[in-house]
Protein backbone atom coordinates (compact mmCIF):
# COMPACT_ATOMS: atom_id res chain seq x y z
CA UNK A 1 0.00 0.00 0.00
CA UNK A 2 1.15 3.06 -0.98
CA UNK A 3 0.24 6.79 -0.85
CA UNK A 4 2.67 9.15 -3.52
CA UNK A 5 2.11 12.89 -2.77
CA UNK A 6 3.34 15.01 -5.71
CA UNK A 7 3.28 18.78 -7.20
CA UNK A 8 4.88 20.89 -4.12
CA UNK A 9 7.35 23.10 -4.63
CA UNK A 10 8.31 27.00 -4.48
CA UNK A 11 5.53 29.48 -5.00
CA UNK A 12 5.05 33.66 -4.36
CA UNK A 13 2.36 34.65 -2.03
CA UNK A 14 -0.82 35.01 -3.95
CA UNK A 15 0.05 31.90 -6.60
CA UNK A 16 -1.80 28.59 -6.39
CA UNK A 17 -0.27 24.78 -6.58
CA UNK A 18 -2.02 21.71 -7.15
CA UNK A 19 -1.04 18.92 -5.41
CA UNK A 20 -1.75 15.09 -6.28
CA UNK A 21 -2.05 11.79 -4.64
CA UNK A 22 -2.30 8.75 -6.40
CA UNK A 23 -2.15 5.46 -4.23
CA UNK A 24 -1.02 1.89 -5.35
CA UNK A 25 -2.46 -1.31 -3.57
CA UNK A 26 -5.42 0.24 -2.18
CA UNK A 27 -8.46 1.26 -3.64
CA UNK A 28 -9.43 4.84 -2.70
CA UNK A 29 -13.67 4.78 -3.41
CA UNK A 30 -12.66 2.36 -0.14
CA UNK A 31 -11.75 5.09 2.08
CA UNK A 32 -12.34 9.03 3.21
CA UNK A 33 -9.42 10.92 1.99
CA UNK A 34 -7.73 13.96 3.30
CA UNK A 35 -5.07 16.33 3.29
CA UNK A 36 -2.56 17.55 6.48
CA UNK A 37 0.20 19.78 6.60
CA UNK A 38 3.40 20.25 9.28
CA UNK A 39 5.04 23.31 9.30
CA UNK A 40 8.34 23.69 11.04
CA UNK A 41 8.07 23.19 15.02
CA UNK A 42 4.01 22.75 14.87
CA UNK A 43 1.35 19.92 15.10
CA UNK A 44 0.45 18.21 12.01
CA UNK A 45 -2.70 19.49 11.27
CA UNK A 46 -5.95 18.85 9.24
CA UNK A 47 -6.12 20.51 6.36
CA UNK A 48 -9.69 19.14 4.43
CA UNK A 49 -11.39 15.67 3.82
CA UNK A 50 -13.27 14.46 1.71
CA UNK A 51 -16.03 11.56 1.14
CA UNK A 52 -15.75 8.45 -0.84
CA UNK A 53 -17.88 9.31 -3.80
CA UNK A 54 -16.65 13.03 -3.52
CA UNK A 55 -19.78 14.12 -2.48
CA UNK A 56 -18.92 15.91 0.88
CA UNK A 57 -16.09 17.75 1.72
CA UNK A 58 -14.82 19.57 4.82
CA UNK A 59 -11.96 22.60 5.29
CA UNK A 60 -9.93 23.81 8.06
CA UNK A 61 -10.91 27.68 8.35
CA UNK A 62 -7.72 28.47 7.96
CA UNK A 63 -8.26 27.54 3.85
CA UNK A 64 -11.65 27.72 3.08
CA UNK A 65 -12.09 29.43 -0.16
CA UNK A 66 -8.89 29.23 -1.21
CA UNK A 67 -8.49 25.65 -1.57
CA UNK A 68 -10.44 22.75 -2.92
CA UNK A 69 -10.23 18.99 -2.69
CA UNK A 70 -11.62 16.57 -5.05
CA UNK A 71 -10.59 12.99 -6.38
CA UNK A 72 -11.11 10.72 -9.18
CA UNK A 73 -11.56 7.21 -7.99
CA UNK A 74 -11.30 5.75 -11.55
CA UNK A 75 -7.43 7.04 -11.76
CA UNK A 76 -7.14 6.34 -8.04
CA UNK A 77 -5.92 9.56 -7.18
CA UNK A 78 -6.69 12.87 -4.99
CA UNK A 79 -6.43 16.49 -5.45
CA UNK A 80 -5.58 19.50 -3.61
CA UNK A 81 -6.14 22.77 -5.69
CA UNK A 82 -4.28 25.88 -3.34
CA UNK A 83 -4.90 29.24 -4.55
CA UNK A 84 -4.36 32.47 -2.89
CA UNK A 85 -1.08 31.63 -1.12
CA UNK A 86 0.01 32.99 1.83
CA UNK A 87 3.63 32.15 3.95
CA UNK A 88 1.61 30.71 6.49
CA UNK A 89 0.65 27.79 3.78
CA UNK A 90 4.38 26.61 4.19
CA UNK A 91 4.66 23.04 5.19
CA UNK A 92 4.82 19.59 4.21
CA UNK A 93 1.45 18.39 2.97
CA UNK A 94 0.41 14.39 3.45
CA UNK A 95 -2.40 12.70 1.89
CA UNK A 96 -4.07 10.12 3.86
CA UNK A 97 -6.93 7.52 3.47
CA UNK A 98 -9.07 6.41 6.42
CA UNK A 99 -11.36 3.68 6.62
CA UNK A 100 -13.61 5.97 9.06
CA UNK A 101 -16.60 7.40 8.05
CA UNK A 102 -15.27 11.04 8.33
CA UNK A 103 -11.28 11.51 9.40
CA UNK A 104 -10.46 15.22 11.14
CA UNK A 105 -8.12 13.99 13.78
CA UNK A 106 -4.70 12.19 11.97
CA UNK A 107 -5.31 9.24 14.62
CA UNK A 108 -8.54 8.10 12.62
CA UNK A 109 -5.86 7.53 9.26
CA UNK A 110 -4.81 4.29 8.27
CA UNK A 111 -2.43 5.09 5.63
CA UNK A 112 0.46 8.18 5.03
CA UNK A 113 2.02 9.60 1.86
CA UNK A 114 5.66 10.62 2.50
CA UNK A 115 4.81 14.11 2.20
CA UNK A 116 5.70 17.44 -0.37
CA UNK A 117 6.65 20.57 0.83
CA UNK A 118 5.25 23.75 -0.55
CA UNK A 119 7.16 26.82 0.30
CA UNK A 120 5.38 30.12 -0.12
CA UNK A 121 7.69 33.38 -0.16
CA UNK A 122 6.27 36.52 0.87
Known amino acids: VQLQASGGGLVQAGGSLRLSCVASGLPISNYFMGWFRQAPGKEREFVTG????????GYSDSVKGRFTISRDNAKNTMYLQMNSLVPEDTAVYYC????????????????WGQGTLVTVSS
Open 50 to 57: ISRRGDST
Open 96 to 111: AASSAVVGITASAYDY
